[in-house]
């Protein structure tokens, strides 16, 4: 093919429906191959109710009762599909925030769980994740990242966008309870 001169481009330019139609019948043809598009995910759901954390030590529910707060402040996620074996497989990376209060003895354990769903929200399956956060020297304050990574086998004619992810804190009766007066 010849060298494209600036007369040529100019020219080239000046009918850009021609070029346009050219370069879609190329990639029409196969000649110019788009890059294939990424898989669809998952929506990720941190629940309402089980977004934030209030630990308290023994019966007291005052704020000098106070162990440590948490809260799910952030999250993001991807996905890969193995077309091999159909299975969709997720990563989810989710940020906690903890606070220490006044009852605290220096750190903070607590459960999390992250659950996969179908969109009519039938849970297909659960799994449960256990972190500790020490608060060290005189910080009040401190920030963990996990990541997870769950899969799913995708149905007959499944997308991602046919499942739904749900992250929250394992609370107790009385958390929730606590969680659901403050909203």
């Known amino acids: 093919m010849g060298r494209l001169t600036n007369w040529s481009v100019s020219r080239l330019l000046s009918m850009p429906s021609l070029a346009v ?3 879609f019948g190329l990639a029409g043809c196969g000649i110019i191959e788009p890059e294939k598009a990424p898989p669809a995910c998952p929506e990720i759901i941190v629940l309402k109710e089980a977004q934030e954390m209030t630990r308290f030590q023994g019966n007291g529910r005052d ?11 952030n999250f993001v996620g ?13 990563q989810v990376v989710v940020r ?8 605290s003895d220096g750190g903070a354990q607590f459960n999390y769980f992250v659950a996969v769903a179908t969109q009519d929200r039938k849970i297909l399956s659960r799994e449960s994740f256990s972190l ?3 608060f060290e020297g005189n910080r009040t304050s401190v920030a963990i990242v996990d990541n997870i990574y769950p899969s799913i086998t995708l149905g007959r004619g499944d997308t991602g966008e046919d499942y739904i992810i749900f992250i929250g804190f394992e609370l107790s009766r009385s958390e929730l309870y606590y969680n659901r007066t403050k909203l």
């Open 132 to 134: 500790v956060a020490p």
């Open 96 to 103: 906690f925030e903890l606070n220490q209060g006044p009852a």
């Open 78 to 90: 991807g996905c890969k599909l193995d077309e091999e074996t159909g299975r969709l497989h997720n």
């Open 21 to 23: 139609v050219t370069l």
């Open 63 to 73: 704020l000098t009762d106070v162990t440590f707060e948490a809260s799910i402040n």
